[in-house]
């Protein structure tokens, strides 16, 4: 299963990658693609293991803010 957020508050290739770590840090994530031109992130995903909301809650943990 994939989803997509779009996300706020990236700004470098720093950013990137922490968002990157922390969704590769839950389990269950399989694939991570951040864009930073388009601000959002792809997220290839086991849903036996997790769910968006666990995606969201890491992507915020990471300090950004994921827009609605």
């Given at each position: 299963m994939e989803h997509t957020f779009q996300i706020e508050g990236m700004s470098c290739g720093g950013c990137v990658a922490a968002v990157e770590q922390a969704l590769k840090s839950v389990p269950g994530v399989t694939?991570?693609?951040?864009?930073?031109?388009?601000?959002?992130?792809l997220i290839e995903f086991d849903p036996s293991k997790t769910a968006?909301?666990?995606?969201?809650e890491a992507i915020e943990?990471?300090?950004?803010?994921?827009?609605a």
């Amino acid at each position: 299963m994939e989803h997509t957020f779009q996300i706020e508050g990236m700004s470098c290739g720093g950013c990137v990658a922490a968002v990157e770590q922390a969704l590769k840090s839950v389990p269950g994530v399989t694939t991570v693609r951040v864009d930073l031109g388009a601000k959002s992130a792809l997220i290839e995903f086991d849903p036996s293991k997790t769910a968006p909301p666990a995606l969201r809650e890491a992507i915020e943990a990471a300090g950004y803010e994921v827009v609605a």
